[in-house]
């Protein structure tokens, strides 16, 4: 659940890896194009949990906000809004909020350092509320120097296909971890090219934002 990040991970350069570790786990992509915070509420004041049961949400919001102007401070409150009415919705839902991803080729971008900061807030606000986890795996992006290479982020913004099968490395393991306590999970990398599925797109009642 969250920006053009969820959605592409789906519908974009990330569906062949979708399609072969997500979705046959039941997974549903609710990634708007252009979503904020303030819009995810909105979306939710729509009714967009209805009639949807899910064991866990993977939230992944904040980085528009911060693109278009947000400050830090507002983009962590933003999040801990999502996540409260996430969990007023579907109180029997594990929330896992995933840190805003690193972005722009430099570590030194104020982006980047702002995504920095948002995350530090946002995992302060929800520390120790039962049932969210904060979670940033950004590192996957990063080379040594802090870089971000074209061949993970094609925009130094969202990931390649290739992006999003490391992401995936990173995220299946601590999903499982939230459904199921004491286990350890072990990704298995792809052995042959993953091959796109057939061409699709989002759900018609999934407005798209620009």
Known sequence: ??????????????????????????????????????????????????????????????????????????????????????????????????????????????????????????AQMLAGLPYASFQNIGSVFLQGDGTISSSLMSDYLHPTQLGYLEMTSALLPIIEGVLVPNTSYSFAWPTTSLTPPPQSSAPSSVPMLV
Not at 43 to 53: A, E, K, P, V, Y
Not at 72 to 95: C, F, M, N, R, Y
């Open 1 to 122: 659940m969250g920006d053009s990040i969820s959605w592409e991970y789906a519908y974009g350069s990330g569906a062949a890896v979708w399609s072969a570790y997500m979705a046959p786990l039941g997974m549903a992509s609710y990634g708007v194009i252009g979503q904020t915070t303030q819009s995810l509420l909105y979306q939710f004041s729509l009714g967009l949990f209805n009639g949807i049961n899910p064991a866990i949400v993977v939230l992944d919001i904040g980085g528009n906000n911060l693109l278009q102007g947000d400050t830090p401070q507002a983009t962590a409150a933003g999040i801990l809004a999502d996540v409260a009415v996430i969990h007023e919705s579907l109180p029997q839902a594990k929330i896992l909020v995933l840190g805003v991803l690193p972005g722009m080729q430099n570590p030194t971008d104020s982006y980047r350092l702002d995504g920095t900061q948002t995350n530090q807030l946002a």
